[in-house]
């Protein structure tokens, strides 16, 4: 018999070595799984979700619904791009259900205009995924900021919009914009969506629509962006949606958020607020019924979900891309001067409402079939 150190292999040269930097992180969830593709300017963006049950019948009429309230050029207050965005079903559904193979899909890129980028190939915007990228991978997609765009967040919302036909149908999940730059939105526990989407900010307090709306068009003739936040309201979600300790519900939503686009904190229920509070005020006691009489949790404890409302907030920077002249660096280490071209969002909050849902619908959705294997 041969020794097991003779039957190893002779170390391979050098020379055969070879490192590979692929593009990883393109998948979201756990059970419920969803992959994309894409970049801005390229031919298309899409995904497959994995994981979904057979025989769910979806209606894809409700997800171009949810398409149509992200897409570009919805109004003045943002980027002119103008997409029909249409899904193209590639697999996965039989006469409207679900068969429980992979559901692809495929939106078009029609109103793509790379030569717009066309003085930013080798220059990096700053505040934008630029160096990052050519940095990581030595190579990157400058139209439009490639695959770092928000464009892939279409992807997004397909899926959630699917994800929504799991969830028990009593399940409401409810954003809005509640802050652009220091105009702030009265705290709504019933937003209504039929006031939310009557104004184009996505405010349902008219008053401070009118507000965020003139301040978000001065920015833009300044050529320059402004920040803002959103609330999100789910209400009617089961209890006992999350896992203990690495998968806690706040966790898996916070991770979803953190992968949106320009975002830069989520808090839940009182977040950073409650560093400042005591015991006595934030605890949230039960009436005789049983039931919590505030909401300081945000529908949370343990990292499970408590039956009350999911509440959280979620802020994002104002967007990088503007038209004002700013220093930066070229792929040399230059500096130059840059103008930004390219058609942009002054203030991303009014498109990312419908974003925030959809991830948060998907996480849930993920997460509420999770718990059908907890309990026999
Ligand atoms: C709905 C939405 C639209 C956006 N539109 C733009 C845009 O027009 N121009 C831009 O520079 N950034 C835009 N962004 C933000 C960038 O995609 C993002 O800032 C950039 O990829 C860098 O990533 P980071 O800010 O998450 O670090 C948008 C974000 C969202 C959520």
């Given at each position: 018999m041969t020794a097991a150190?003779?039957?190893?292999?002779?170390?391979?040269?050098?020379?055969?070595?070879?490192?590979?930097?692929?593009?990883?992180?393109n998948t979201l969830g756990k059970h419920l799984r969803l992959t994309t593709f894409g970049e801005s300017h390229g031919n298309s963006i899409g995904g497959i979700i994995d994981g979904l049950p057979a025989g769910v019948e979806i209606d894809t009429e409700a997800v171009a619904f949810e398409l149509s309230r992200r897409k570009p050029g919805q109004s003045k207050l943002t980027t002119a791009r103008r997409e029909s965005d249409e899904v193209e079903w590639l697999s996965g559904l039989w006469e409207g259900k679900t068969t429980g193979s992979p559901l692809a899909f495929r939106i078009a890129n029609k109103d793509a205009r790379p030569k717009d980028y066309g003085n930013m190939q080798d220059v990096y915007r700053p505040g934008h995924a630029d160096r990052t990228y050519q940095e990581k991978y030595g190579i990157r997609d400058p139209r439009g900021g490639g695959r770092s765009s928000a464009r892939e967040t279409a992807n997004w919302v397909v899926a959630g919009a699917i994800a929504g036909h799991l969830l028990p149908s009593e399940l409401k999940c409810i954003a809005y914009v509640d802050q652009v730059g220091t105009i702030y939105a009265p705290a709504l526990s019933t937003p209504d969506t039929t006031e939310i989407e009557a104004h184009p900010v996505r405010c349902p307090h008219a008053e401070t629509a009118q507000?965020?709306?003139?301040?978000?068009?001065?920015?833009?003739?300044?050529?320059?962006s402004v920040g803002g936040a959103i609330r999100c309201v789910v209400t009617a979600a089961p209890a006992g949606l999350g896992e203990p300790v690495f998968g806690k519900l706040p966790a898996r939503l916070g991770a979803a958020m953190f992968s949106l686009n320009a975002v830069k904190g989520v808090e839940f229920g009182s977040g950073f607020q409650a560093g400042s509070m005591f015991g006595s005020a934030h605890n949230d006691t039960y009436d005789a019924g049983g039931l919590p009489v505030s909401n300081h949790a945000g529908g949370s404890l343990g990292g499970l979900s408590t039956g009350a409302p999911i509440e959280f907030r979620v802020a994002f920077k104002p967007t990088s891309t503007i038209g004002q002249k700013q220093q930066t660096i070229d792929r040399s280490g230059q500096v130059v001067q840059l103008e930004a071209k390219g058609r942009h969002d002054p203030c991303v909050v009014p498109r990312a409402v419908p974003i925030v849902e959809a991830l948060t619908l998907f996480t849930l959705a993920d997460l509420y079939l999770i718990s059908k294997t907890d309990r026999l």
């Amino acid at each position: 018999m041969t020794a097991a150190s003779e039957q190893r292999l002779p170390p391979r040269p050098l020379k055969w070595v070879v490192i590979f930097v692929s593009m990883a992180g393109n998948t979201l969830g756990k059970h419920l799984r969803l992959t994309t593709f894409g970049e801005s300017h390229g031919n298309s963006i899409g995904g497959i979700i994995d994981g979904l049950p057979a025989g769910v019948e979806i209606d894809t009429e409700a997800v171009a619904f949810e398409l149509s309230r992200r897409k570009p050029g919805q109004s003045k207050l943002t980027t002119a791009r103008r997409e029909s965005d249409e899904v193209e079903w590639l697999s996965g559904l039989w006469e409207g259900k679900t068969t429980g193979s992979p559901l692809a899909f495929r939106i078009a890129n029609k109103d793509a205009r790379p030569k717009d980028y066309g003085n930013m190939q080798d220059v990096y915007r700053p505040g934008h995924a630029d160096r990052t990228y050519q940095e990581k991978y030595g190579i990157r997609d400058p139209r439009g900021g490639g695959r770092s765009s928000a464009r892939e967040t279409a992807n997004w919302v397909v899926a959630g919009a699917i994800a929504g036909h799991l969830l028990p149908s009593e399940l409401k999940c409810i954003a809005y914009v509640d802050q652009v730059g220091t105009i702030y939105a009265p705290a709504l526990s019933t937003p209504d969506t039929t006031e939310i989407e009557a104004h184009p900010v996505r405010c349902p307090h008219a008053e401070t629509a009118q507000e965020m709306e003139a301040l978000i068009k001065a920015t833009m003739e300044k050529g320059d962006s402004v920040g803002g936040a959103i609330r999100c309201v789910v209400t009617a979600a089961p209890a006992g949606l999350g896992e203990p300790v690495f998968g806690k519900l706040p966790a898996r939503l916070g991770a979803a958020m953190f992968s949106l686009n320009a975002v830069k904190g989520v808090e839940f229920g009182s977040g950073f607020q409650a560093g400042s509070m005591f015991g006595s005020a934030h605890n949230d006691t039960y009436d005789a019924g049983g039931l919590p009489v505030s909401n300081h949790a945000g529908g949370s404890l343990g990292g499970l979900s408590t039956g009350a409302p999911i509440e959280f907030r979620v802020a994002f920077k104002p967007t990088s891309t503007i038209g004002q002249k700013q220093q930066t660096i070229d792929r040399s280490g230059q500096v130059v001067q840059l103008e930004a071209k390219g058609r942009h969002d002054p203030c991303v909050v009014p498109r990312a409402v419908p974003i925030v849902e959809a991830l948060t619908l998907f996480t849930l959705a993920d997460l509420y079939l999770i718990s059908k294997t907890d309990r026999l």
